[in-house]
């Protein structure tokens, strides 16, 4: 017999201890969820912002080396996606 299945009897109900690991558990999905949603949020801005800049719609600040620079705007669409992605991940169940 396995030891997973040795360490709870059939039939009885959680332990205490186990419930409170659930939720421990439970909290801590949801604050990387949470952190994974403002770090894609900010990824996705940002990647806007590079890609506005590389392809020379907003000039700012005046003196960006990013201005009217096309692999700023190719990096950016890259960075916009993966902040994309990161945004899904969070609202997955």
Do not use: N
Not at 13 to 42: F, W, Y
Not at 82 to 87: D, L, P, S, T
């Amino acid at each position: 017999m396995e030891r997973a299945e040795q360490s709870k009897p059939l039939g009885l109900p959680e332990t205490r201890r186990s419930a409170t690991a659930r939720m421990i558990c439970h909290r801590k999905d949801e604050a990387m969820k949470t952190v994974l949603l403002i770090v894609g949020i900010a990824a996705l801005l940002m990647g806007l912002l590079w890609i506005g800049q590389g392809l020379g719609y907003i000039h700012w600040p005046a003196s960006s080396f990013m201005l009217d620079q096309r692999p700023w705007a190719l990096r950016g669409v890259i960075l916009a996606v993966v902040g994309v992605v990161m945004i899904a991940l969070s609202r997955r169940r």
